[in-house]
């Protein structure tokens, strides 16, 4: 499969709490890019954190990135109702330009 | 921030004809250009690398003489989809690097009846 790997693939959580979503990568990798999408809407680029970085914010967002586990962790917090969405990682192997994305993850902040 | 735009946003087609949908880079120039589809509840799936000046890529599974693809410039690339049926019915999205980054367009969501 062409895809890397999220969880958890759905997550349910109360306005207020954290929220933390997981990635899993298969090849080396430029960058690694966390995007939001609103049911059937387009893509919100929401950070990109570059393979010489560990960590990175962005507001109420927290991003890792673990090269030598081929992974990274996607952290939201003080969620808001305004946060349901789901939530995809996605890279850009070395040596290529394609951008391939994770399964995804469907966040449900209730209010 | 560069811009890639994606045009129509959403179309409805009947079973057997073509639709073609395009994608712009606004801001900068992109030799490549990426297509992807999405069914619902489900993640982005590459479909095809886009080149200017030279024939698509496609990945596997993925039938070229269905979904046609032409770069015919620095700006822009256009997707076929031929003969459409109501299987072909899904969100396309097409995307744009400039250096490293990419760019998305707004998607476009098919619907054949």
Known sequence: ?111 | GAVVSQHPSWVICKSGTSVKIECRSLDFQATTMFWYRQFPKQSLMLMATSNEGSKATYEQGVEKDKFLINHASLTLSTLTVTSAHPEDSSFYICSANRGTEAFFGQGTRLTVV
């Open chain 1, 1 to 111: 499969s062409q895809q890397g790997e999220e969880d958890p693939q759905a997550l349910s959580i109360q306005e207020g709490e954290n929220a933390t979503m997981n990635c899993s990568y298969k090849t080396s990798i430029n960058n690694l890019q966390w995007y939001r999408q609103n049911s059937g809407r387009g893509l919100v680029h929401l950070i990109l954190i570059r393979s010489n970085e560990r960590e990175k914010h962005s507001g109420r967002l927290r991003v890792t990135l673990d090269t030598s586990k081929k992974s990274s962790s996607l952290l939201i917090t003080a969620s808001r109702a305004a946060d349901t969405a789901s939530y995809f990682c996605a890279t850009d192997a070395t040596g290529g330009f394609k951008t391939i994305f994770g399964a995804g993850t469907r966040l449900f902040v209730k209010a």
